[in-house]
């Protein structure tokens, strides 16, 4: 049988053609340009503004119904109180309430300590400007039946601000460090190529020791407010390197 020229020319091909040797390489990435990476820190300082008390209205009864109306009263009364003593209502928020069984409790022998069935347990959040008058405001409120201080925060109103300072402390910091290594080695910087934040810390802690201050409350120790709120952050900045 004879094949078309056409057809007997590509079965030629077909047949010298050598076999593949494998996939063709990938063409090799080409190095970006030198870059000079640093992180830096900044920090600043704010005196506080207002605190946060939080204490916890608790009672127990045989019933659910009981607990519940002994906290109602309770609760009545610390407002009522609060109220005397110049706290503003908007600045008494509940930031929880719950009734529970009440856990078992038992003496040093192990045995069972009798105690009403039921628990409820009202928690309020206390905000005042007083920063001076906070621990004569929290032994006032304690001095009331069924209160138990949990602990106290302090705050600034605008602490974004103070955060925001700090970042571009922050930025600054990790400018003159760039400048500083790239002026030793005979280098300039380019662009920018990359910022990232490392982390943004407030203190000292806004919470204090929980047991710290009961006690300080218990023993009528005045609580001294921090002095200041320290803002800190930390940014990672990458700049491209010129000759």
Do not use: K
């Amino acid at each position: 049988m004879r094949f078309p020229a056409v057809f007997a020319a590509i079965l030629s091909l077909a047949v010298v053609a050598p076999p593949a040797l494998g996939p063709a390489p990938a063409l090799a990435q080409q190095p970006g340009p030198p870059v000079v990476s640093v992180t830096g820190t900044g920090e600043v300082e704010r005196v506080p503004d207002f605190a946060r008390i939080f204490i916890s209205v608790v009672n127990q009864a045989d019933t659910i119904g009981e607990a519940v109306e002994a906290n109602n009263e309770a609760t009545s009364r610390a407002l009522s109180r609060l109220a005397e003593l110049g706290v503003e209502r908007d600045d008494i928020q509940t930031s929880n309430f719950e009734v529970f069984d009440t856990p078992e409790r038992r003496d040093r022998d192990g045995n069972i300590r009798p105690s009403p069935a039921y628990t409820a347990s009202h928690q309020l959040r206390v905000i005042t400007r007083d920063i001076d008058g906070v621990g004569q405001l929290a032994g006032e409120v304690l001095a009331l039946d069924g209160m138990t201080f949990q602990s106290i925060a302090w705050g600034l109103d605008r602490s974004e601000d103070a955060q925001d300072e700090a970042r571009r402390l922050a930025v600054a910091d990790a400018r003159r460090q760039a400048e500083v290594l790239t002026q030793a080695a005979g280098v300039a910087m380019g662009a920018i190529r990359q910022i990232s934040e490392g982390h943004v810390s407030i203190g000292p802690r806004p919470e204090m020791d929980q047991m710290m201050m009961r006690s300080a409350v218990a023993q009528a120790v005045p609580i001294v407010p921090p002095a200041f709120i320290r803002y800190g952050a930390s940014v990672r900045v990458e700049w491209e390197l010129t000759q």
